[in-house]
DNA sequence: CATATTGACGTTAAATTCACATCGCTATAT
DNA sequence: ATATAGCGATGTGAATTTAACGTCAATATG
């Protein structure tokens, strides 16, 4: 378990060394079969380190480092994978999707790779690598004042351009939920995400059940906004009926062992 | 697909080795069938490596083929960083610093992590990655459609991101130089680069003088418009005196050996 | 008109996936 | 202490999918 974590870095670590590496090199430099040199960059293209073309891996386009070591640090990976993948329910080939510059709205952009055609629209830097590149995704970045913080461009500029565009679904998430209020710590960044409200027609929330009955600075929107809030197990059935008669369109999903 | 991609680098270089060849010289020197040379060299003349003729492949002839960026060559590394160098002339610490999708303003913006602290904007992706996360630099990114012939975020999102800002100074570079006019090879492009223009208060040039007497598809300015136009050594003496008889104010940056 | 180019289709070779067997380790019960 | 059940990592070979290429006919070009 541990050496099969270490195995992938260091074969993360050989491709990025040598941006492009054939799926039968790291066999032979590894001295493995290619089924487990295989198993292992699926799990790095799903993490989002490296791309899996036919024949040979690559490295995402930017953010290599961080990229590399970010996959260690996952935290509540399992869920938010959860949710990602309950998320693809809400979107269809040919769309145009808007994904916030958070955690999960960037595991949803691992899978929506295999959702093509699409036109995908965020603000996110890690989502941004992701999506270069790719063969049938058109990819629009929302620019603006990058912060360090996010991962992300924020700020009025970025405001303007969220006016300007128009998605067919949002999926976004938030830092806190109390009663059917979301909320977020920081106030530029519910500016853009309100501006990225406005420009879709329909708005998927993901959030974890841990971020119930939390609150942060600054008032996101309503829960009753949505056409659909999901979370993960663990939200009290109490909650989640009050929750539903106060109109919420609420879905918890169900941990799929994989 | 990587067997694929191998061979399509080789026919560019031999193509560029001899910079027209006849589709039946391909067909013979690789042994392959003349449609699977047609395929390869459309996916080539698609990423703007090179023209298709009738019966014959010639180099793209305006020097895009330098920024598609799996073939941007390394050859002109040494006059990019020269005019990089010199191009730090024109800035001071404090300002606000506009760079646009050229591999020359992506040298600048390599020597601009030393004059902190600033705020640099720009639309390439490669200068982007370079810039965030640096202590002092405050970075604003372009937004847009990303292109991935240029690695650069283009389109009207982009231009009207721009027109939102303002630049103490442009770096930017064009495809070709004809007379006293710069040319660029993508419409799109030019928008975008005009609307620079339009955002800076001071505009700086960064052409190599293999640039000069040849064309491009698109008139992105005039050399009268720029501040300073720098090229390297190798432009004839009586070309320079004609351009600043014509009111450019041309600097010959002289390649210092290091 | 001759030749170049494109598109549709079939073939082949290769890569990838899938189902199943094995191995090694750990935890737990006897 | 020993046995053994469980889990995860790995290997194997067959089945499936995919990419690359060639052929030929239809179309476009000079």
Redesign the pocket.
Known sequence: ?I??DE?REEIAEYVIKLGQVR??DLVEHFG?????I???I?RLAQQGVLR?????VTVQPSGLYESAFRYRVTVNRAEKDTLARAALDYVEAGQVVMLDDSSTANAVATLLLDVKPLTVITNSVATASLLTNVDDIDFICLGGKYHGTYNAYIGIVCENAVAQLRANVLICSASAITGTTAFIQDPNVVRVKQAMMAASVKRILLVDHAKFDRIALHVFDDLTSFDAVLTTEGLGDAQAQHLERAGVKLRIVKTTAQ
Not at 32 to 36: G, H, P
Not at 52 to 56: D, S
């Open positions: 378990m050496k099969a195995r799926i039968d493995v079969s290619r089924m487990t295989h198993r292992h699926d899996k073309l036919h024949g040979a």
